[in-house]
């Protein structure tokens, strides 16, 4: 149980296009979801929280107008890199937590999007 | 603001080579540690969470420890398939995870 997809897996864009990530919560419902970036040899760094039917919590530093999150249900949150430029090339990673049966708090992340910016 | 270092950066071992990974933290208000394995490529894989000093878990050949400052990750007669950087998390009362940079395991055979 507690598994989490996301989609793509990996995308390429032209730059000042804006680029759709999914992250849905197959076998269990996702009160809150967490979106994090990932540069090479780094850490994962949150970018925003989002609670399902509510605005997302950003990160200081994080662009709100940038990276539009959506968590409209509670398996489904989208992540939105509006007018991408190449220093938005990373790998994304979602995380859920909910009604899973796991431990209190306990984060189920997805396998990643690898995003190219040319 | 939580802090979690992890160490050494690398490490690089001998098939049956045991050792072990370090995690130090500060954080206000621990909900939980959490250990987590990422491969290249690949989101976080959950190993284990600790949650008060003094705890330990097992999973096969990782056991991972508790004290009020820091963790450790012990790796028992490592495989080449325990390559993989090992991630270490703090949850704090808010439930968001501050991650340290991780340190990444290479087993030879």
């Known amino acids: 149980g507690a598994v989490v997809s996301q989609h793509p897996s990996w995308v390429i864009c032209k730059s000042g296009t804006s680029v759709k990530i999914e992250c849905r919560s197959l076998d269990f419902q996702a009160t809150t979801m967490f979106w994090y970036r990932q540069f090479p040899k780094q850490s994962l760094m949150l970018m925003a929280t989002?609670?399902?039917?509510?605005?997302?919590?950003?990160e200081q530093g994080v662009e709100k107008d940038k990276f539009l999150i959506n968590h409209a249900s509670l398996t489904l949150s989208t992540l939105t890199v509006t007018s991408a430029h190449p220093e938005d090339s990373s790998f994304y990673i979602c995380?859920?937590?909910?009604?899973?049966?796991?431990?209190?708090?306990?984060?189920?992340f997805g396998p990643g999007t690898r995003l190219t910016v040319l | 603001e939580d802090q979690v270092t992890q160490s050494p950066e690398a490490l690089r071992l001998q098939e049956g080579e045991s050792s072990s990974l370090n995690c130090s933290y500060t954080v206000s208000g621990l909900r939980g540690l959490f250990w987590y394995r990422q491969d290249p490529g690949k989101g976080p894989e959950f190993l284990f969470t600790?949650?008060?000093a003094g705890e330990e878990k097992e999973k096969e050949r990782l056991k991972a420890t508790l004290t009020k400052k820091e963790s450790f990750l012990h790796i028992t007669a490592p495989k080449p398939e325990d390559s993989a950087t090992y991630l270490c998390?703090?949850?704090?009362?808010?439930?968001?995870?501050?991650f340290g940079a991780g340190t990444t395991v290479t087993v030879r055979a």
């Open positions: 995380s859920a937590s909910g009604t899973s049966g796991g431990a209190s708090g306990e984060q189920f």
């Open positions: 998390a703090v949850q704090a009362n808010d439930y968001k995870l501050s």
């Open positions: 989002s609670n399902e039917g509510s605005k997302a919590t950003y």
């Open positions: 600790l949650y008060s």
